[in-house]
């Protein structure tokens, strides 16, 4: 299922969220013109193998700051233009609504805090991955993990194509069955042994999303009203 739009009106102009969604495609953009140079597809790898998160290296040099870094970096960088849309498009529309909630400094930390949680459990799945994670995923899937505890009665509009082309969908059903979308082909992935090979980082959705969860039920009352 594609989210369209969400019935959850959003107070404020969501500046942060626009801030990311511009800085994930600024930083794409700048992987096309790598890709653009004489020998680009060496040099964008060489991009993505430095500021892209390594596990095996990140737990190799935990001490170093420089790959402690990867976290952060790593959120936005992207492998395609498939990648950096769809991950754009679902912090619109479920982050905006989250950071409305939260205002735009408290928006700001969760989204940090989720991402690194995120990538912490894609490291504890694949701890000898030398495969460099990449991507929003991370830290937009625990959005979707707040989302769903601030706002359990929203619906979202979906885009379902092997039922009906359009389907307004309550956004408790749209989210849990996401996040177990996520965690079933994490466990699946584990099982066959190509998580390490590459691909989709599953734990890192699922992660992300148990932890802007916690996040939204451990806020008082008030801020999660």
Known sequence: MLPLWDTQPHRRTPVLTLLLILGCAGVFCYEVMLLAEPKGSAVLAGFIGEFGLVPKRLLAGWAEPLQWRTM???MFLHGGIAHVVGNCWFLWVFGNNV????????????????????AGAQVLAEP????PM????GAISGV????????????????VPWIVPVLPVPAVVFL????FAQTWAGVGSLMSGT????????????????AGALVAMMLPRGRRR
Do not use: C, K
């Open 72 to 74: 952060m970096s790593s």
């Open 99 to 118: 950071e409305d909630r939260l205002g735009v400094f408290g928006f700001g930390l969760f989204y940090v805090f989720t991402g690194a949680m995120a």
């Open 128 to 131: 000898g991955s030398a495969v």
């Open 134 to 137: 990449i991507g929003a995923s």
């Open 144 to 159: 979707l993990g707040a989302y769903l505890v601030f706002y359990p009665r929203a619906w979202v509009v979906a885009l």
């Open 176 to 179: 849990v069955l996401w996040f």
């Open 195 to 210: 998580a390490a090979a590459g691909g989709v980082a599953w734990w890192a959705h699922a992660g992300g999303f148990l």
